[in-house]
């Protein structure tokens, strides 16, 4: 099972990055996909969830109208784009793939957001 995480960098303050997932070893169809992030000396905390066929999608509220995840099944790759950025988004990002007590994690991509 592999999740690898792409697309962190560096960005200034109100722009936009997109966060690719690339997923193999499972079903990726069959699994909710969510990302969460860390910030140095933070608890890593929940971002963006979509449900396996993409039919339904949850934002924390430090993100909503700014962040949108989405999937594709055919490609096995979940993403995260992210507009709007701020210096507090400045973390980790990790992505995650759930199904009942099942939980995959990538290693995650840096996303620093200053100017």
């Known amino acids: 099972v592999q999740l690898v995480e792409s697309g962190g960098g560096l960005v200034q303050p109100g722009g936009s990055l997109r966060l690719s997932c690339a997923a193999s070893?499972?079903?990726?169809?069959?699994?909710?996909m969510s990302w969460s992030r860390q910030a140095p000396g933070k608890e890593r905390e929940w971002v963006a969830t979509?449900?396996?066929?993409?039919?339904?999608?949850n934002y924390a509220d430090s993100v909503k109208g700014r962040f949108t995840i989405s999937r594709d099944n055919a490609k096995n790759t979940v993403y995260l784009q992210m507009n709007s950025l701020k210096p507090e988004d400045t973390a980790v990002y990790y992505c995650?793939?759930?199904?009942?007590?099942?939980?995959?994690w990538g290693r995650g991509t840096q996303v620093t957001v200053s100017s």
């Open positions: 070893g499972f079903t990726f169809s069959g699994y909710a």
């Open positions: 995650k793939a759930i199904m009942d007590r099942v939980v995959y």
């Open positions: 979509i449900t396996n066929l993409g039919g339904r999608t």
